[in-house]
């Protein structure tokens, strides 16, 4: 029985992070480890680091169907993934000397926030308006909107795949399909830093449940990119939304449970 219950909590927590990563390159520390908390009562530090893990695979085979559809910024994403990597460092350590707060719960009240404006207020940027802009005055947008995302998932400690698709879309007026390609092409390499930060520190993680988690994360994030890849902007537009908002309200509602 209680392989059964650990197999139904890693099956539906895969399928809220994969949905979540392959519409909207969210990273699947915000479904899974309240899940991993709530109902397997894994301790919260390595929960964190099994969900980021399944972060990893997820976003990678997201990043590869987006940019096998020419929906991937590599170069742009570069230049942002490192000013994330070092800021997120930076932040975290200003943390660290200031009193903590009671800030668990931005990641997922954005999230929700987020799918309501993708509902209301669609992105319907076409690639021919965001090609416009010129190549430098894109990096020189990727590095401070970059350093602001790093700052604030460094201090906040959550919120990274969130904050990289609003500033794509919102401020640097990403497509929407390119939006979330780029987001998960940098959460692939920030989720296997934390992971291996995460496990160094915190030892080895519960083997049966990281491997269920990987293995589910990466099938709906797989399906999630390709249906997502295929559907008109719109469509896109309303899909994400409403998981984001499902997303959102599910995860808040554990946090009520434990």
């Known amino acids: 029985m209680n392989v059964l219950f650990t197999v139904i909590v890693t099956f539906?927590?895969?399928?809220?992070?994969?949905?979540g990563t392959g519409f909207a390159?969210?990273?699947?520390?915000?479904?899974?480890?309240?899940?991993?908390?709530?109902?397997?009562?894994?301790?919260?530090?390595?929960?964190?680091?099994?969900?980021?893990?399944?972060d990893v695979l997820a976003s990678a085979v997201s990043a590869y169907?987006?940019?096998?559809?020419?929906n991937l910024d590599v170069k742009n994403g570069l230049v942002m993934m490192a000013s994330v990597l070092v800021f997120t460092v930076v932040g975290s350590y200003i943390s660290s000397l200031v009193p903590?707060?009671?800030?668990?719960?931005?990641?997922?009240?954005?999230?929700?926030?987020?799918?309501?404006k993708f509902i209301v207020k669609p992105v319907m940027t076409?690639?021919?308006?965001?090609?416009?802009?010129?190549?430098?005055?894109?990096?020189?947008?990727?590095?401070?909107?970059?350093?602001?995302?790093?700052f604030i998932c460094g201090f906040v400690g959550a919120g990274g795949g969130m904050m990289m698709l609003l500033i794509l879309t919102?401020?640097?007026?990403?497509?929407?399909?390119?939006?979330?390609?780029?987001?998960?092409f940098i959460m692939t390499f920030t989720a296997l830093t934390g992971a291996l930060s995460h496990f160094s520190i915190g030892g080895a993680p519960d083997v049966p449940v990281l491997a269920l988690c990987v293995l589910f994360t990466f099938l709906w994030a797989r399906i999630a990119a390709v249906f997502a890849n295929r559907a008109e902007p719109k469509t896109l537009n309303r899909?994400?939304?409403?998981?984001?908002?499902?997303?959102?309200?599910?995860?808040?509602?554990f946090s009520f449970v434990k």
Do not use: D, H, W
Request: a positive charge; glycine letters at 12%; proline letters at 2%.
């Open 12 to 19: 539906f927590a895969g399928m809220g992070a994969g949905l």
């Open 25 to 54: 390159g969210m990273s699947a520390a915000a479904v899974i480890t309240p899940m991993l908390v709530t109902f397997l009562n894994m301790e919260p530090y390595m929960a964190v680091g099994i969900a980021l893990s399944s």
């Open 65 to 70: 169907t987006y940019g096998k559809n020419k």
């Open 100 to 116: 903590a707060a009671t800030m668990g719960n931005f990641s997922v009240f954005m999230t929700f926030l987020l799918g309501i």
């Open 126 to 150: 076409t690639k021919e308006s965001m090609m416009a802009v010129s190549q430098k005055k894109r990096i020189v947008q990727s590095l401070v909107c970059g350093t602001l995302i790093g």
């Open 170 to 184: 919102s401020v640097l007026g990403y497509e929407l399909k390119t939006a979330v390609g780029t987001s998960v």
């Open 239 to 253: 899909a994400t939304g409403v998981v984001l908002v499902v997303l959102g309200v599910v995860v808040m509602a």
